[in-house]
T-cell receptor, first 114, second 111 residues
Framework: DADVTQTPRNRITKTGKRIMLECSQTKGHDRMYWYRQDPGLGLRLIYYSFDVKDINKGEISDGYSVSRQAQAKFSLSLESAIPNQTALYFC?????????????FGPGTRLTVL | GNSVTQMEGPVTLSEEAFLTINCTYTATGYPSLFWYVQYPGEGLQLLLKATKADDKGSNKGFEATYRKETTSFHLEKGSVQVSDSAVYFCALNFGNEKLTFGTGTRLTIIP
């Protein structure tokens, strides 16, 4: 079984709809992240969480919210989806901080907003 | 702020060719440097890393050396295979733990 799983893998929705993307991990890591990937822009950080009680905004948090329901679960919500939120979304986890911050990525969720 | 600049792709090479993907960075101080690889339909996975100047990271035949004087971390492989076809991302971080990624370079190897 994969260590970091994301559901759904693909989603098509309409402008104005509320969408939730879910991420679960079995690695036992405290730190979890949400990124979006757009062609030519690389990965950009949306939100990150260092533990269940700690939520931080990334560089592009506007229009998104998150919930850390448990150590193993970190959900990303789009309260009212818009077409420029069409992207590939990745969840990631990490254990140690400092200079050895290897992040482990899920397989991604492809979201299309019409 | 911190930034990473990668050579633009796509890059297309024949099997067994020599590969270089350039990466330079801008940062105050000395970050840790990483190369991540994204195979088709998958998430990113760490390929190699270096945490201080002159360190060489290596994995699966790929190498990259942390060059402080040129603020570079170029990825190299002596003989590429079709299975190396993927998107490669250079990244950096400091103790704040947030990775800053480059835009990615798509590599295609033809038999």
């Amino acid at each position: 079984d994969a260590d970091v799983t994301q559901t759904p893998r693909n989603r098509i929705t309409k402008t104005g709809k509320r969408i939730m993307l879910e991420c679960s991990q079995t690695k036992g890591h405290d730190r979890m992240y949400w990124y979006r990937q757009d062609p030519g822009l690389g990965l950009r950080l949306i939100y990150y969480s260092f533990d269940v009680k700690d939520i931080n905004k990334g560089e592009i948090s506007d229009g998104y919210s998150v919930s850390r329901q448990a150590q193993a679960k970190f959900s990303l919500s789009l309260e009212s989806a818009i077409p420029n939120q069409t992207a590939l979304y990745f969840c990631a986890t990490s254990d140690l901080g400092g200079p050895y911050n290897e992040q482990f990525f899920g397989p991604g969720t492809r979201l299309t907003v019409l | 702020g911190n930034s990473v600049t990668q050579m633009e792709g796509p890059v297309t090479l024949s099997e067994e060719a020599f590969l270089t993907i350039n990466c330079t960075y801008t940062a105050t101080g000395y970050p840790s440097l990483f190369w991540y690889v994204q195979y088709p339909g998958e998430g990113l996975q760490l390929l190699l890393k270096a945490t201080k100047a002159d360190d060489k990271g290596s994995n699966k035949g790929f190498e990259a050396t942390y060059r402080k004087e040129t603020t570079s971390f170029h990825l190299e492989k002596g003989s590429v295979q079709v299975s190396d076809s993927a998107v490669y991302f250079c990244a950096l971080n400091f103790g704040n733990e947030k990775l800053t990624f480059g835009t990615g370079t798509r590599l295609t190897i033809i038999p």
